[in-house]
């Protein structure tokens, strides 16, 4: 969705949105963060994206005849981006994806029968015939939606976790937290902000601009020789207060997988808090990994966060056989059990890369089987062109071609 006010606390309406959510857990909202953020405004994103459990979406460049004159490319976030934290400190946006510009069917009541230029482009900012080229993130959130909306479909048609169609691995119901835990754990840095009057301006990981990244589900979902990422997912885990969940995950490159990155995400929906809350987060679970010793913890923090319910840990350079212990802590609960997605990526005995499709080219990206369980301290083992169809006569299909301008990796 993206309608909205530049409201940067938390109001009635966001608390409507994440009662609603906890609520409903396969529905998950996608909210354009807002477009006022050029000058490097900070606290910028408005309600409702400055709920908990929605996905707020900022913009970054579009690439190819979409991108903006003099565009330094699709790593650099938009000037009129809207920026966090919100009032209360939580970071948004969540992600980035391409608003800037992106082209679409441009209605013309008055007009029976418009249709594609028959000549000729559509410049960015133009219109032409039944095309239209706009910018802003409510282009931005629609891409975030059609994201989701293949992760849903991967889930459904069996393609966890071999990364190939199976009607044996369904997973029918999916929950919100999973779909938005596979897009934030598989995206990716920007390089910095392409101001308007500015110039370029830099950003940071987990910053006021991009938070987690711009998507990218070339390195979110496995395609079984197309993609070098793949998963174990733990979905609608349980937790009890001041409890702890395990999970022993290691990396398997034997069948050829060369990713250098061990990813895990930590996602949980909760109710809504009360309007103009300062310290919003209610229950308040812990994500560390731990390897030979030594502690990561998330967002890019030296310790836990204790003010966020989304949270990613990145390590990178592992090698074959290293075994990670996935810690998940109930600090804090408002009430005696918490249900949460975890998502891991790595290489985990998937298949090598056949065919790697060019970046430039490609939206798709991770899987291999994951365990799940409950309770306690437990421990398991485990250019204009969008090809957007959704019927899927093949996950490879769509990470060869699933063109510039849905979402540019």
Known sequence: ???????????????????????????????????????????????????????????????GSSAPVDSKGTEYASGFSSRGPTRDGRQKPDVLAPGHYILSAGAKPQ?????DPMVGTVEPGGSEDGLLSMEGTSMAAPAVAGAAAIVRQYFNQGYYPSGKRNS??????????????????????????????????????????????????????YIAGKTDVQ??????????????NVYNIVIDKSQGCTNSKFSVTLLWNEPGSIPGCMNCLLNNLDLTVIYDGKFYYPNGLEGPDTVNNNERVIVNDVNDKEEFAVVVN???????????????????????????????????????????????????????HIN??????????????????????
């Open 168 to 221: 044996d691995n369904i997973i029918k119901n999916p929950s919100s937290t999973l779909i938005k835990g596979i897009i934030m754990n598989g995206a990716q840095y920007v390089k910095g902000v392409q101001n308007e009057f500015l110039g370029l301006t830099p950003v940071s990981p987990y910053d006021e601009t991009q938070n987690f990244g711009r998507v990218s589900l070339k390195d979110s979902l």
């Open 231 to 244: 998963l174990k997912i733990f979905d609608r885990e349980i937790v009890g207060d001041s409890e702890s």
């Open 111 to 115: 007009v029976v029968g418009e249709c």
């Open 330 to 384: 109930a600090t804090s609960l408002s009430g005696v059990s918490q249900s949460y997605s975890l998502i891991a990526s790595g290489c985990f005995g998937g298949e090598s890369v056949s065919n790697t499709p060019k970046s430039s080219d490609v939206v798709s990206g991770g899987g291999s089987n994951g365990a799940s369980g409950n309770g306690g301290l437990t421990t398991k083992s485990s250019g204009h």
């Open 1 to 63: 969705m993206s309608w909205g006010v530049d409201i940067n606390s938390y109001t009635v309406e966001t608390k409507i949105f994440d009662d609603f959510m906890f609520s409903n857990d396969e529905f998950l909202i996608v909210v354009a963060a807002g477009n006022i953020g050029e000058g490097n405004a900070y606290n910028t994103v408005g309600e409702p994206a400055t709920g908990k459990n929605i996905i707020a979406v900022g913009s970054h460049h579009n690439g």
């Open 388 to 409: 957007f169809s959704l019927a899927f006569g093949g996950m490879a299909a769509i990470a060869s071609n699933f063109i510039v301008g849905l979402l540019q990796i």
